[in-house]
């Protein structure tokens, strides 16, 4: 007589009970690195999105400006950063991008996820360098202040974007979210 060789209907069930208990456990932990690397790309992406636009500014002696862009053709008022964000020369001081007269450098379309990136007074809705590399408002100000990176949560795993009156940007990581 063959003999059959398997599994029992009670090692399949112990089985499946231990799979259950295995996901359970771990899914939460992997939506907490899917969120920490959502917010991680987006800082970096922004952040980088800075250092452009300054260097830029030095290298072609213009005003470079950063703005939020919820289209990537235009400069917005509304909303947060998270709605995406283009960088383009601004030689006539405006920090609104006119596709005749200025060049587009870059373009970042919405951010995924439940994230809100909001800037301070002074960099609520663009950010510019001079040929300097120092951040000024277009009416000559120098320009300095935090844009807030927080997602769902309501724990320290926000982020803030620091913009320092010279123009150099700084990242402060655990900071409190509503």
């Not at 030689?91 to 991008?97: C, E, G, I, Q, S």
Request: charge should be neutral; glycine fraction near 10%.
């Amino acid at each position: 007589m063959d003999q059959q060789s398997g599994f029992t209907l009670l090692e399949l069930m112990v089985t499946v009970a231990m799979a259950a208990i295995v996901l359970t456990t771990g899914v939460p932990g992997f939506q907490t690195v899917v969120k920490n690397n959502r917010m991680t790309t987006a800082t970096n992406g922004l952040v980088g999105a800075l250092n452009l636009a300054r260097s830029e500014a030095v290298k072609r002696g213009v005003r470079v400006t950063v703005c939020k862009s919820a289209d990537g053709t235009g400069c917005v008022t509304t909303g947060s950063w998270a709605q995406g964000w283009i960088v383009f020369t601004d030689p006539d001081n405006n920090a609104n991008y006119d596709s005749a007269a200025e060049t587009l450098l870059r373009v970042q379309e919405a951010i995924e996820g439940n994230l809100t990136m909001v800037g301070n007074l002074n960099v609520a809705n663009y950010i510019s360098y001079t040929a300097s590399g120092q951040s000024q408002l277009t009416g000559g100000a120098f320009q300095a202040g935090t844009i807030a990176m927080c997602d769902d949560r309501s724990a320290n795993v926000g982020k803030n974007i620091v913009l320092s009156l010279t123009g150099r940007v700084r990242l402060v990581t655990e900071v409190s979210c509503p």
